[in-house]
């Protein structure tokens, strides 16, 4: 998405943020000169010694040699979701004084300034800099401030900024002292791909540094965090530091943990073959592919999803299901033997199951009477018509996040917990043979790497991630997610670079993350962990009259090469190999054989069906 200028947020915030930039640009103009016994206070303010003193949020700084503005190196620092890139450091300074801060930056939207002043933090920035520019702004400390922080940082989805040679001038403060070595380092339950630590806190630390066998992997203000991007079956040592402005504390005691075989563990096999084939089957209405009998669905398909269960309205929770019309579908089959051919697919060993949603069936459980109304409307479809579960294809604005439910492992927003609920309701009715299924877009799942609801101060969608509370919450009951990587506006992958529909590399970057893990909306203290391999697949249309995004056959293997085999890959480097990957799904079953079962034929010649 383009944007010439920061995104807009609510007016009474930008009308104050406004405010207060204008505030900035006043204490600039009247800054006062710094006195005689003033002194440089910014420690490694040219970055010559790579980060040490600052704290980049969400790992985005890095030190590079070019372009710089003075020395050999200069920060730069990359904006990635609600992550602004703020780099920091705190500075002890004396009550009552008045300082001087400067920077030279370069890039779009780069920001200096001050908190924790004990008076008016203040704030300076550029709008467009296409070479370094000097900022300079000033403050003076409260009665009682012993210490400031000043930072720079960019604005959301913007590219990297770079800063060089940042000043504080003004009296020193009072010595700081290192602080103390963090104690009580734990590891909690590790995945195949994830392990999270926590730590007690340090006295005087204002952060923290992860360590991955003597290299630092991360850092972070708060006393835990979780490290992603880890090989299944593997043996690992973390420790901790703290770290505040006087430098870093000795590394802790270390822990040592192995990583789960396999992927994120949960989920149920099902009675599923090691590759399988997924596809929907317009069964309930008709569109230009034509209807098809379910006896008449080919061997190659492996689930059979019922495309669609829909509400009676989208709050009430009461699902339906009835066969297309006969005006609507000439050669529809009868109730009986749709049935019987239900129960011969499943003799076959195929596994038939009702889609709830759709694009136009939304569904929206605010309420425990409709949670309750769910469960008994959809268990009385998977009785009527002996079926082997659920497929949660909830669409549109079905799911969305309240303002301020921000972390994944525990939502509170109604329709989330009353969703998660109704379906462990269902897998706990029905046993382990109960066949859990979901088909978000990527909107609701891909891109909670960058988003996450409506975020920390409102104003983004609030559907951006939803899905995931979902999907992290049933990931024990969970076969199968097969995200529709079509219909899709490009999202931006673990490499951080964007990626379009239609061939192989979106594919294969969106499927890296699902099998990776990744930090939700950048915060490396909410890391969603990796599903296993074989509980995970992607989703294409079968035509290019099914949908936006339709890959070719050739692009299709390609990516099923990259992400088994580490060959095929183009320019993305995928985080591991998963030869167990599940397989395939596609809309639709109906549009496949209007395409000459292109989609089907492709999928049997790669997994020898």
């Known amino acids: ?74 920060l730069k620092a990359t904006p990635a979701g609600s992550d602004n890139a703020r780099c920091s450091q705190t500075v002890s300074v004396k009550p009552g004084s008045t300082y001087t801060l400067s920077a030279w930056v370069q890039g779009s939207y780069v920001y200096l300034g001050a908190s924790g002043t004990g008076t008016t933090d203040v704030s300076t920035w550029t709008q467009a800099a296409g070479a370094y520019q000097k900022l300079t702004t000033s403050f003076t400390t409260g009665p009682s401030t012993t210490s400031v922080t000043v930072y720079t940082h960019g604005w959301y989805g913007t590219p990297a900024y770079y800063a060089d040679d940042l000043s504080l001038t003004g009296p020193g403060g009072d010595p700081v002292t ?15 791909t994830t392990v999270p630590l926590s730590w007690n806190a340090s006295s005087g630390a204002t952060g923290y540094r992860v360590y991955r066998s003597g290299t630092k992997i991360l850092d972070t203000t708060g006393t835990s965090a979780t490290v992603a991007g880890l090989t299944a079956s593997t043996a690992y040592s973390f420790q901790v530091s703290a770290v505040n402005d006087a430098g870093e504390s000795a590394k802790s005691s270390a822990v040592n943990v192995t990583t789960a075989t396999g992927g994120g563990g949960g989920g149920t096999d099902a009675g599923l073959p090691a590759h399988a084939l997924v ?5 309930s209405f008709a569109n230009g592919s034509g209807y098809t009998r379910m006896a008449d669905v080919p061997a190659s398909w492996d689930v059979i999803n019922l495309a669609f269960g829909e509400p009676t309205s989208v709050t009430s929770g009461d699902i339906r299901f ?33 889609s709830i949603g759709g694009q136009n069936g939304q569904v929206q459980l605010a309420t425990t009477a409709a949670r309750d109304t769910f469960v008994t409307s959809v268990s ?47 897998k706990a009715k029905y046993g382990d043979d109960f066949v859990l299924t979901m088909a978000p877009e990527t909107f609701f799942v891909q891109l909670g790497y960058q988003y996450y609801g409506s975020g920390p101060w409102g104003g983004q969608d609030p559907r951006a991630g939803a899905y995931l509370p979902v999907i992290h919450a049933l990931r024990d009951d969970l076969t199968l997610l097969h995200v529709q990587d079509y219909n899709s506006g490009s999202i931006m992958g673990l490499d951080n670079q964007y990626h379009s529909m239609g061939g192989a590399d979106f594919h294969i970057a969106m499927t890296d993350m699902l099998l990776t893990g990744f930090p939700v909306a950048g915060d490396q203290t909410k890391v969603f962990p990796a599903l296993r391999p074989e509980q995970v697949a992607f989703g294409l249309p079968a035509s290019t009259q099914a949908g936006n995004g339709h890959t070719s056959p050739a692009e299709v293997t390609k990516a099923l090469n990259c992400l088994t085999k580490k060959t095929d890959c183009g320019s993305y480097q995928t985080h591991g190999t998963w030869s167990g990957l599940r397989g395939l799904m596609t809309w639709s079953i109906n549009w496949d054989r209007f395409n000459n079962w292109e989609f089907s034929k492709n999928f049997d010649a790669y997994f020898g069906g």
């Open 322 to 354: 009835s066969l297309c019309p006969v005006a609507e579908c000439p050669n529809v089959e009868s109730e009986a033997e749709f049935k019987a051919a239900i129960k011969a697919k499943q003799a076959a060993g195929k596994k038939v199951l009702i």
């Open 1 to 74: 998405m383009e944007r010439s200028g920061p995104p807009v947020r609510p007016s009474g915030l930008l009308a104050a943020f406004s405010a207060a930039l204008l505030a900035a640009g006043a204490l600039v103009a009247t800054a006062p000169a710094a006195g005689a016994a003033d002194s440089e206070l910014a420690r490694n303010g040219g970055f010559e010694s790579g980060l040490t003193g600052w704290t980049c949020s969400g790992g985005s700084g890095a030190v590079v040699s070019t372009p710089v503005h003075g020395g050999t190196s200069a």
């Open 380 to 426: 009385k479809i998977i009785d009527t018509y002996g079926l082997d579960g659920l497929d949660i294809d909830f669409e549109g604005h079905s799911l969305s996040l309240a303002t301020g439910d921000t972390d994944f492992r525990s939502p509170t927003t109604p329709v989330i917990v009353n969703l998660i609920s109704a379906v462990k309701s269902l």
């Open 178 to 192: 290192l602080p103390a070595v963090p104690a009580g380092l734990k590891a909690g339950t590790a995945t195949a």
């Open 279 to 283: 596809g929907y089957l317009h069964s």
